[in-house]
């Protein structure tokens, strides 16, 4: 039987009372088709003053239809809602836990409260709210940033009675962050344009982690007159698309590069030209990563680029790629398409990365279940940039990899925390998505603390910072307004802090591993440390070095 969310308990809607797929848009604040055929879509709106969710589900079935919040995507777990409306039109909700693969169970404690339904033309509809947090131990919380799994199934004919269900016919599961989104996103006028700054059939090596980095000219006419970047929309190459594991564009800024050699080429990041490096810590205008979406700016907010008065002739484009098996043959054509205008906005956007620096000295433990790292944008970087007005931050990306399971952008004024940026508890690898944040005022000499937990309970060896999936990375892509000349402000460990923790606890014999230790080998590093004999004092005592030792800070201008 299919699985379904507590936290949407259930169900199906269609053209209810009549209503088409675009009535409902026009109620509800959000949508989302859950499935590729276009056979279940779900509504949703948030009530602020009463904490409900207010969701209305179209489902192309006049049977029964699920959904449900799963722990893994699967149904074990899963908070789920089982609804159908029968021959004589009454309507069952049922609010059900799924402690196994089988009908999930009867919850004692009916939490979502049906608020309408009907079937008609093939659709069944369902119209229900339920409290973010409802205090049963068989729901699940639904909390602001959290990325949450959502599972779905529905069978063309109702159950036989309220306890026995046909197994499903159909079924799904799909990552959302339900509060990330644009609550009314901008339609395109017709005289916007796009731009493609993608790779031309370049050839992924059979390594098991590479970065490629290409350099492309921008056209003329943006060189000469500025522009205006509203939508930044990822494209992937379908035979390519596994392995792309996430991918930033840059605008080099002040550096003519008309003519360079590296124009229109593809090659390894590590090997690209002395003159071409200073783009790598230019303005980054596209991130993606897996799962990721499209980004569209707020109505009157774009990206401003090029024009006569700046050096705007080049963007450098940077590709991830995994490929674990490593493969040949491997051709990918990915990248970014920009869509401009020549319309000014009325504020001009930026975007500011803050966080942990990749270096080695981000080390985790092995077997670690909530392992903490600490990225810091401090407040001598931001008194010095930022004007008195301040500006104003609307969206956010966070990034890490594979070990990463929460990450938390902190606030602080003045030595006092205020409510947090962005936050996700639940964080996926596999679903990194830009989210919009309520417009967050941030002043010169305000601070940023970007907190990011790992479990490497499943891993017997030691993870460094760095680029590689196995490694990891502590990163925030802020999007604000007015646009400011630092596109970085971050922090890195000291050597001597990370040195001193290891003549602390590595065997005296291993410390020749780490004498040089800003350009210690991470391989010869991570067999030392695999085979640490760890303790809670050692374990505590490293994650305290990333925490509360001295800092190298990172504010770098344009």
């Known amino acids: 039987m299919l699985s379904l969310v507590c936290f949407f308990s259930a169900l199906f809607i269609a053209q209810a009372n009549g209503q088409t797929h675009d009535e409902l848009s026009r109620q509800y604040t959000y949508s989302v088709q859950l499935d590729s055929e276009g056979r ?3 509504f949703y709106s948030y009530v602020k003053q009463l904490s409900i969710l207010r969701i209305a589900v179209l489902v192309q079935t006049t049977g029964w239809g699920g959904l449900g919040i799963s722990p893994t995507g699967q149904m074990p777990g899963s908070d789920v809602a089982i609804g159908w409306l029968d021959s004589s039109g009454k309507t069952f909700l049922q609010d059900r836990y799924a402690f196994a693969r089988t009908t999930p169970r009867f919850d004692a404690s009916q939490d979502w409260k049906l608020k309408g339904s009907s079937e008609e033309g093939g659709f069944t509809t369902l119209r229900f709210e339920r409290a973010l947090e409802t205090c049963d131990e068989e729901d699940i919380a639904i909390n602001f940033g959290d990325t949450i799994n959502l599972i779905y199934s529905y069978h063309s004919e109702d159950p036989m009675d309220n306890e026995f269900f046909l197994q499903h016919q159909f079924q799904g599961s799909k990552i959302i962050n339900l509060f990330g989104r644009l609550e009314n996103p901008r339609n395109l006028s017709r005289d916007v344009q796009f731009l493609d700054i993608i790779n031309l059939n370049a050839s992924v090596p059979a390594t098991d982690t590479t ?4 350099l492309r000219e921008i056209p003329k006419v943006i060189q000469n007159r500025t522009h205006y970047i509203v939508k930044v929309a990822i494209q992937i190459s379908p035979e390519s698309a596994r392995h792309v594991h996430h991918a930033i564009l840059y605008l080099c800024e002040g550096i003519d590069l008309t003519g360079h050699p590296s124009v229109n080429t593809t090659i390894n990041c590590d090997g690209i030209a002395q003159e ?4 790598q810590i230019s303005l980054p205008i596209g991130v993606w990563g897996i799962g990721g979406n499209d980004f569209v700016y707020p109505e009157e907010v774009a990206l401003p680029i090029g024009g006569s008065d700046k050096i705007h002739t080049h963007m450098l484009l940077e590709m991830h790629y995994d490929n674990p098996q490593e493969l040949s043959g491997i051709v990918d054509s990915s990248g970014f398409r920009l ?3 020549d319309q000014a906005p009325e504020n001009y956007a930026g975007v500011l990365l803050a966080g942990r620096s990749v270096s080695r000295f981000l080390v985790i433990p092995p077997k670690a279940e909530q392992y903490v790292v600490f990225g810091y944008c401090y407040s001598n970087c931001t008194a010095n940039h930022i004007p008195e007005e301040g500006i104003t931050i609307f969206a956010n990306f966070l990034h890490s990899h594979l070990a990463g399971v929460g990450l938390i952008l902190r606030h602080v004024r003045n030595g006092v925390e205020l409510n947090p940026i962005d936050v996700n508890h639940n964080y996926d690898s596999d679903f990194q998505q830009t989210s919009y944040v309520p417009n967050v005022k941030f002043l010169p000499g305000d601070e940023l603390i970007l907190e990011c937990t790992y ?4 891993r017997n060896f030691t993870t460094f910072g760095g680029e590689g999936t196995y490694d990891e990375m502590c990163l925030s892509f802020l999007y604000y307004y007015p646009a400011i000349p630092i596109p ?3 922090s890195a460990t000291h050597s001597s802090a990370f040195q001193d923790w290891v003549e602390a606890y590595v065997p005296s014999d291993h410390h020749n591993v780490f004498e040089v230790a800003a350009a ?6 991570r067999l030392v440390l695999d085979y640490l004999n760890w303790s809670n004092e050692s374990y505590r005592m490293l994650e305290d070095v990333g925490r509360n030792a001295d800092k190298l800070h990172i504010c770098i201008s344009t």
Request: hydrophobic share 25%; glycine share 0%; charged share 10%.
């Open 488 to 490: 970085y402000c971050l």
């Open 276 to 279: 071409v490096l200073p783009c």
């Open 520 to 525: 210690f080998n991470t391989t010869d590093a």
């Open 211 to 214: 970065y490629l980095c290409t």
């Open 339 to 341: 869509y401009y205008t």
């Open 455 to 458: 479990n490497t309970k499943d």
């Open 40 to 42: 279940y879509t779900m």
